[in-house]
């Protein structure tokens, strides 16, 4: 059993940043990738960002340029760095961890990112 947890979700201002955690814990064989999705209210949970292999990362185009991600699989954890933030990035972020390529992985329970003024 695996288990994720994502932290540092909360209201920010338009152009204002957070930075999002997640750890997991169990059974962890490897760590293929880690990244994180969003489901904005009324909307299908879209992909955000990923690593894989600890260093080669991919953004979504909406996002790219203002969200970093970075992970330490030693600690079995990945970071969402997220600046320039829009009231469009209002959404629940979820994190997923793929122990093997393709796999659908584990996900977090979410953590809510509201951005408004």
């Known amino acids: 059993q695996v288990q994720l947890v994502e932290s540092g979700g909360g209201l920010v201002q338009p152009g204002g940043s957070l930075r999002l955690s997640c750890s997991a814990s169990?059974?962890?064989?490897?760590?293929?990738?880690m990244g994180w999705y969003r489901q904005a209210p009324g909307k299908s949970r879209e992909w955000v960002a990923t690593?894989?292999?600890?260093?080669?990362?991919y953004y979504a185009e909406s996002v790219e340029g203002r969200f970093t991600i970075s992970s330490d699989n030693a600690k079995k954890a990945v970071y969402l760095q997220m600046n320039s933030l829009k009231p469009d990035d209002t959404a629940v972020y979820f994190c997923?961890?793929?122990?093997?390529?393709?796999?659908?992985?584990?996900w977090g329970q979410g953590t809510q990112v509201t951005v408004s003024s």
């Open positions: 169990g059974f962890v064989r490897s760590i293929y990738s």
């Open positions: 690593v894989i292999g600890g260093r080669n990362t």
């Open positions: 997923n961890l793929k122990m093997i390529k393709g796999a659908e992985g584990y």
